[in-house]
């Protein structure tokens, strides 16, 4: 059973900075990518970033740019998120999803989420 947990959410001051975790397990792709989703009451969804297993090219919503940073660990099978500059635009449940494929089909999971809130 495959199971991803977040981690690191908090309340932060406009201008501070969090680093959230997410840790897979039962998750036997050896060739993945992860990607941090986030959502905000009353809006859709919204992709932060994503990245690969080993390395490779990363992306990221313009919003973000340049404030936050996607790291992946695949010996741990644990994705990063480094968010400074935090702003109240960035509160939001922010939720983490590990994507593998097998034989063309796409296996897609989420993590239960973890809240940001960036408040004075």
């Known amino acids: 059973q495959v199971q991803l947990v977040e981690s690191g959410g908090d309340l932060v001051q406009p201008g501070g900075s969090l680093r959230l975790s997410c840790v897979v397990s039962?998750?036997?792709?050896?060739?993945?990518?992860m990607t941090w989703y986030r959502q905000a009451p009353g809006k859709e969804r919204e992709l932060v970033a994503s990245g690969a297993s080993g390395g490779g090219r990363t992306n990221y919503a313009d919003s973000v740019k340049g404030r936050f940073t996607i790291s992946i660990d695949s010996a741990k099978k644990m994705a990063y998120l480094q968010m400074n500059s935090l702003n109240p635009e960035d509160t939001a449940v922010y939720y983490c999803?590990?994507?593998?494929?097998?034989?063309?089909?796409?296996?897609?999971?989420w993590g239960q989420g973890t809240q940001v809130t960036v408040s004075s």
């Open positions: 999803t590990a994507l593998g494929t097998r034989w063309g089909v796409a296996y897609e999971y």
């Open positions: 039962g998750f036997t792709f050896s060739n993945y990518s």
